[in-house]
């Protein structure tokens, strides 16, 4: 078994064919799309389908009552599957979109009501989601991902500007006059 190896420079990539190596170039390389996802095993993705085929064909809620139901069910079904609550299987659980999820968290299109049950079960979602990264069982990375994408979290700095005054707190006008024309050249 022959293996060839490329130099590459800092815009390649390279993938494994049979027995050598290929190099590829930049943004567009082969490596960028995998077909399998890397360290999931077929049980592995198996389950994960599963658990989002128990809420992706739902219908749309029609009114506040049938939406505080169906997220109550939705809660209690990752509870007794054991699997993670997400924003993503909360908005398929709806039957929506986020885009009319992300309307009716904002009062768009529908009651104060649902907009105050949206609003409550992301908190949930963010609340639960907190504490299994406090516990070690999520990877901080995606929580901070997760936790700017959906729950609101941002960075922030604080920059604070102090006024600068060259010309002293308060230079009267004969002051600024008598600096001016000491400073600026007239050319003849």
Known sequence: ??????????????????????????????????????GAKAEDISRC???CM???DRPLVKSDDECRQR?????DTCQKTGQLPTVEKMV?????????VWNWENGIQCSS????????????????ESEMVTEGKINPVVYIFRAKNYFGMKDQQEVVLTPN???GDSPDQKQLEERISGSVVVEE
């Open 1 to 38: 078994m022959q293996r060839r190896v490329t130099t590459l420079n800092k815009n390649d990539a390279t993938m494994e064919q049979g027995t050598t190596l290929v190099k590829t170039r930049g943004r567009g390389g082969k490596e960028n799309f995998p077909s399998v996802i890397s």
């Open 49 to 51: 389908m599963s658990n």
């Open 54 to 56: 128990m809420f992706y």
């Open 71 to 75: 997220l109550y069910d939705f809660f």
């Open 92 to 100: 398929m659980a709806l039957g929506a979109v986020k885009s009319t």
């Open 113 to 128: 009501e649902r907009m105050n049950l949206i609003k409550k079960a992301k908190e949930f979602i963010a609340s639960f």
């Open 165 to 167: 005054q060259p010309l």
